[in-house]
């Protein structure tokens, strides 16, 4: 009997013991990492879950409140170079994030100086290094345990983006990729205007023509006839000054004025650009395997472009205005 009683007291003060533990298990700390045009972002955070609670935002967490989106220790921002958060510039740093839950309207997003934080502190907005609204919206999906996430990466930045139970907040991070995509209309003239663009050295040597040729399945050889024809065949392009971002666009005969997809020049050096691709105005592809390298006439204006290989130099395709030769 004494084994017994003995028994159910240990297991009583390990129940004690273990509760909290268990609680404290349920929010693991966890590190969300993307680099960024070399800038690496990062947040450090706890994972509470929703554990069946019928109510969190306006329930376990208050309507008015200044909350951390997180548990334990605040969560932290930590970006390696300057950036700016919601068009707000904010230098390179480490930063305790905090959110202002207001019922109907947006909530306030802070970046708070002091990483040292427990979720408890509730820091003033006043405090913050730069306060943001944000919009909170419903999820896609219930989320049971609270996630940071990146996500539309761009050469110059992505959203940061929180998901609880039936919340998430997406907030905009832009990111200074290191150059310059527009010119000045002065710049832009030496290159404008249409060419012809020659991609047969892309083509296969003959040898691998025909290696190629004898591997194709049966139906799919017309296909790559049509390709080695549209290489070995120049086809015009226009090169054009966007009006509103001074960017120079590249554009085929057969692609529509008003596609989602845009591909433009971003200048390197003097000359020099690589490819960039637009996704709906935004940059969302720097093309750094090959570059453009312009040779200019007696009157300064681009006669002819080279398209090398950036690593090997070897040439890619040519261009010349029409007439040139």
Same mark, same amino acid.
């Given at each position: ?35 960024? $045009? ?31 989106? !997180? ?12 950036? #700016? ?7 390179? /740093? ?46 896609? !999906? ?12 761009? #050469? ?43 991609? $047969? ?12 040729? #004898? ?33 120079? +666009? ?36 720097? +093309? ?28 890619? $395709?040519? /261009? ?6």
């Amino acid at each position: 009997m004494r084994l017994i009683r003995t028994s159910l007291i240990t297991a009583g003060l390990l129940g004690s013991i273990a509760a909290p533990l268990l609680a404290q298990a349920a929010s693991e700390r966890a590190t969300l990492r993307q680099t960024i $045009s070399g800038t690496v972002v990062e947040i450090d955070y706890a994972r509470p879950s929703v554990r069946g609670r019928d109510l969190i935002f306006g329930g376990q967490v208050h309507w008015g409140e200044i909350w951390t989106p !997180g548990a334990r220790d605040a969560t932290v921002l930590s970006v390696s170079e300057d950036f #700016a958060i919601a068009g707000v510039d904010v230098a390179a /740093g480490a930063y305790s994030v905090w959110l202002e839950l207001i019922e109907n309207g947006d909530w306030q997003l802070m970046l708070h100086p002091d990483t040292s934080l427990f979720h408890t502190d509730h820091p003033p907005l006043e405090e913050g290094t730069v306060v943001v609204p944000v919009q909170p919206r419903p999820t896609d !999906g219930f989320v049971e345990t609270l996630a940071f996430d990146i996500q539309h990466i761009r #050469a110059d930045g992505g959203h940061l983006i929180m998901r609880w139970a039936d919340t998430e907040v997406s907030v905009p991070l832009g990111i200074d990729p290191g150059y310059v995509l527009s010119v000045t209309p002065e710049v832009a003239a030496q290159f404008t205007g249409t060419w012809m663009h020659d991609r $047969s050295a892309a083509a296969p040597s003959a040898e691998e023509i025909e290696e190629i040729r #004898a591997e194709i399945p049966d139906g799919q050889s017309a296909g790559f006839e049509a390709y080695l024809e549209s290489l070995m065949t120049p086809v015009p392009l226009e090169i054009f000054q966007h009006p509103e971002s001074g960017q120079l +666009w590249i554009r085929y005969p057969d692609e529509p004025a008003d596609a989602e997809y845009q591909m433009i020049l971003v200048p390197r050096a003097e000359g020099i650009f690589t490819l960039g691709f637009l996704w709906r105005g935004e940059l969302s592809e720097l +093309w750094d395997a090959s570059f453009w390298e312009f040779e200019m006439d007696d009157s300064g204006i681009a006669a002819y472009f080279d398209e090398r290989n950036s690593e090997t130099d070897a040439l890619e $395709s040519r /261009g010349a205005r029409p007439g040139g030769d």
